[in-house]
């Protein structure tokens, strides 16, 4: 327990994470509480705004923090910088796959509505699912390499390549092409379609949204290093005496 209190605050863990939960909490009744006007085709579904959008910034903030812990590991060579790289972008993973859930039920009742559809291969929803694939194979590569040191460094050079392709994927790209998302070609930012008092809302949703993946990101890196001690203790316990 000394090595993981050591390496993760406990007493700063704990004051951001109510700080999150109450932030969180206030973010979610402003969403369902403040009135917003009225957007065509939109109507009050634009509230999913607070929680659809700040999914994918808090994804590449997760990816930026699992690069930033892979480069720090091919620099040193501190396992626990791979267990930070491998922990940032398991829980990254999660939001963006509640991404890109909450934008196919967005999808579904406003630009689809009236129809079956539930996807349409808009461009940026077909970035948005080659990126979680890329860093769905950063796991596979991890589990195919029996070496702690190798698959640590393979690893950490997939690693970056994967967070190096993120801004093409999911920013640059979409908006080359024609796309029902806002900031497409032609189509104008969802800043100047929304009403001011709405960024009321969206930008605190932003930083709480990636205050929980901190939070997350730390509970699982307390985690994975009490399973590392208790690996190594099993293993001295098993040493042969000389």
């Known amino acids: 327990m000394a ?7 406990l007493r700063r863990y704990r004051l951001i994470r109510n700080a999150v939960v109450v932030w969180l909490t206030l973010v979610v009744l402003g969403a369902f509480l403040l009135r917003i006007p009225r957007i065509h085709i939109l109507e009050h579904t634009a509230r999913n705004l607070y ?5 994918w910034f808090t994804l590449m903030a997760a990816a930026l923090v699992s690069a930033y812990h892979s480069l720090r590991y091919l620099q040193s060579g501190d396992p626990v910088r791979d267990l930070r790289a491998r922990e940032a972008a ?3 993973i999660v939001f963006g796959l ?6 196919i039920v967005w999808a579904r009742f406003t630009w689809y509505l009236g129809t079956s559809l539930w996807w349409n ?3 940026k929803q077909s970035f948005v699912v080659i990126q979680l694939l890329i860093y769905g194979a950063y796991f596979v590569l991890r589990s195919a390499v029996e070496d702690p040191e190798k698959r640590g460094r393979v690893a950490a050079v997939y690693n970056l390549f994967a967070f190096v392709t993120m801004p093409f994927l999911l920013y640059v790209l979409p908006r080359q092409m024609e796309s029902l998302h806002p900031g497409a070609e032609g189509n104008p930012a969802f800043s100047d379609i929304t009403h001011p008092i709405m960024r009321l809302v969206f930008y605190p949703a932003v930083i709480g949204f990636i205050g929980l993946f901190w939070v997350l990101y730390t509970q699982r890196v307390r985690l994975a290093l009490l399973e590392r001690r ?3 203790h099993k293993a001295t316990m098993l040493e042969p005496e000389s």
């Open 121 to 123: 291969f808009d461009p």
């Open 3 to 9: 090595e993981t209190a050591s390496i993760v605050n």
């Open 90 to 92: 398991r829980v990254g």
């Open 98 to 103: 509640l991404g890109l859930a909450t934008g």
């Open 230 to 232: 208790l690996e190594m």
């Open 51 to 55: 929680f659809h959008v700040p999914m």
